[in-house]
């Protein structure tokens, strides 16, 4: 109908304009309505056979990323034609930043090739088995406090990560802003910053990206581990990642899959395994599928710590015949290390588990330091 070939020729001229107007903000020229390239061909040798390049420091130091407008005149044009450029945009500051522009920012450091390393970042994991064929993955992101500048009452912290299994596919994403509370003290400001998360995995071998920023000034950080979710099934004794604490914390009052959130407390992991001498060392793990006799499974397991290969410490043992969780037919054990209980120094802590039924046993060990 005519009303569509109108519609059309209107489109067709929207798009013309808006390259015209393109072409002649930054110095060029568009060609429209031709098949002959000759024409645009000659212009370009014409206009790149002789110019000359104008310099100037601006005096506005305004990082708004606004256009400015130039002006350039000649003063005896004797008859010649000026083309110039009539402006350019300023840089932008993230202050100046959209919204939108900054999402797009945060999303491009997920996927860029090198790391941004403004804002350090460390990230440690585990794994707990919920079923079968699927596993509890928390992830622990830690930023020093003293790297994130306070300024006023609304310091935040944009976090975003990517999950990827062998193939690249994405398999999990982290996004959330931290809002850090206000404080006057230096000690507190400078304390580690721990944001916690977790996904559901089947066994397999993973990648997990993170990108940290801070809203103050834009900067970021990036972090990128390998995670292995192994495939329990073949082990002789079926058990979860050991986890190294020195915090509870009250869990938020929603249900979660987080096996470290237990009757409204939170064990908290100390990803660096540095602990001070006057603090409580928790140890936590959990142990799958034992074997059982008539229904009742029969475990014993303690903690031995060494340093330089030698027995300075071990807990007593325990001995459990109860399954804890029946839905994940888990057995839980948290052992607490009194503080002062060991000396400043390094030492490897070995977690002994015997499955008396099955007459096997397992023998994880983790390092720690105490300071």
Same mark, same amino acid.
């Given at each position: 109908?005519?009303?569509?070939?109108?519609?059309?020729?209107?489109?067709?001229?929207?798009?013309?304009?808006?390259?015209?107007?393109?072409?002649?903000?930054?110095?060029?020229?568009?060609?429209?309505?031709?098949?002959?390239?000759?024409?645009?061909?000659?212009?370009?040798?014409?206009? *790149?056979?002789?110019?000359? *390049?104008?310099?100037?420091?601006?005096?506005?130091?305004?990082?708004?990323?606004?256009?400015?407008?130039?002006?350039?005149?000649?003063?005896?044009?004797?008859?010649?034609?000026?083309?110039?450029?009539?402006?350019?945009?300023?840089?932008?500051?993230?202050?100046?930043?959209?919204?939108?522009?900054?999402?797009?920012?945060?999303?491009?450091?997920?996927?860029?090739?090198?790391?941004?390393?403004?804002?350090?970042?460390?990230?440690?994991?585990?794994?707990?088995?919920?079923?079968?064929?699927?596993?509890?993955?928390?992830?622990?992101?830690?930023?020093?406090?003293?790297?994130?500048?306070?300024?006023?009452?609304?310091?935040?912290?944009?976090?975003?990560?990517? *999950?990827?299994?062998?193939?690249?596919?994405?398999?999990?994403?982290?996004?959330?802003?931290?809002?850090?509370?206000?404080?006057?003290?230096?000690?507190?400001?400078?304390?580690?910053?721990?944001?916690?998360?977790?996904?559901?995995?089947?066994?397999?071998?993973?990648?997990?990206?993170?990108?940290?920023?801070?809203?103050?000034?834009?900067?970021?950080?990036?972090?990128?581990?390998?995670?292995?979710?192994?495939?329990?099934?073949?082990?002789?004794?079926?058990?979860?990642?050991?986890?190294?604490?020195?915090?509870?914390?009250?869990?938020?009052?929603?249900?979660?899959?987080?096996?470290?959130?237990?009757?409204?407390?939170?064990?908290?992991?100390?990803?660096?395994?540095?602990?001070?001498?006057?603090?409580?060392?928790?140890?936590?793990?959990?142990?799958?599928?034992?074997?059982?006799?008539?229904?009742?499974?029969?475990?014993?397991?303690?903690?031995?710590?060494?340093?330089?290969?030698?027995?300075?410490?071990?807990?007593?043992?325990?001995?459990?015949?109860? *399954?804890?969780?029946?839905?994940?037919?888990?057995?839980?054990?948290?052992?607490?290390?009194?503080?002062?209980?060991?000396?400043?120094?390094?030492?490897?802590?070995?977690?002994?588990?015997?499955?008396?039924?099955?007459?096997?046993?397992?023998?994880?060990?983790?390092?720690?330091?105490?300071?």
């Amino acid at each position: 109908s005519g009303q569509a070939v109108t519609q059309q020729f209107s489109q067709v001229a929207a798009q013309q304009e808006t390259l015209q107007s393109l072409a002649a903000d930054t110095g060029g020229r568009a060609f429209t309505d031709t098949n002959d390239f000759g024409e645009a061909f000659e212009r370009v040798v014409n206009d *790149i056979s002789a110019y000359y *390049i104008l310099g100037f420091s601006s005096t506005n130091q305004s990082k708004d990323g606004r256009f400015r407008k130039i002006s350039v005149r000649l003063r005896n044009g004797n008859g010649m034609k000026l083309e110039a450029r009539e402006g350019y945009y300023a840089d932008r500051d993230f202050a100046h930043t959209a919204r939108t522009d900054r999402e797009v920012i945060l999303q491009e450091q997920l996927s860029a090739a090198l790391p941004a390393t403004d804002v350090p970042v460390f990230m440690a994991s585990g794994w707990f088995r919920l079923a079968a064929d699927r596993y509890y993955v928390p992830l622990s992101v830690a930023v020093p406090g003293a790297s994130v500048p306070r300024v006023g009452d609304k310091t935040t912290l944009d976090v975003a990560g990517a *999950i990827r299994d062998e193939r690249g596919a994405p398999v999990g994403r982290i996004r959330d802003t931290l809002t850090l509370p206000p404080t006057a003290d230096a000690n507190a400001a400078a304390a580690q910053i721990l944001y916690q998360t977790g996904v559901t995995l089947p066994p397999g071998r993973f990648t997990a990206r993170v990108v940290v920023r801070e809203n103050t000034n834009g900067e970021m950080g990036s972090f990128e581990a390998v995670l292995i979710v192994p495939e329990l099934k073949k082990a002789d004794v079926k058990v979860s990642s050991v986890v190294l604490s020195t915090q509870l914390q009250t869990a938020p009052a929603r249900r979660t899959a987080n096996p470290l959130v237990r009757d409204g407390l939170e064990l908290v992991p100390n990803l660096t395994h540095i602990v001070s001498r006057d603090q409580k060392l928790y140890v936590y793990y959990e142990v799958y599928e034992p074997g059982a006799a008539d229904g009742v499974p029969q475990i014993g397991t303690n903690l031995v710590f060494y340093r330089n290969g030698i027995k300075v410490f071990e807990t007593p043992l325990v001995e459990r015949s109860v *399954i804890d969780v029946a839905e994940r037919k888990a057995a839980l054990f948290q052992f607490e290390v009194p503080p002062g209980s060991l000396a400043p120094g390094p030492y490897t802590c070995q977690i002994n588990i015997v499955d008396r039924v099955e007459g096997r046993f397992v023998f994880p060990r983790v390092d720690l330091f105490v300071r």
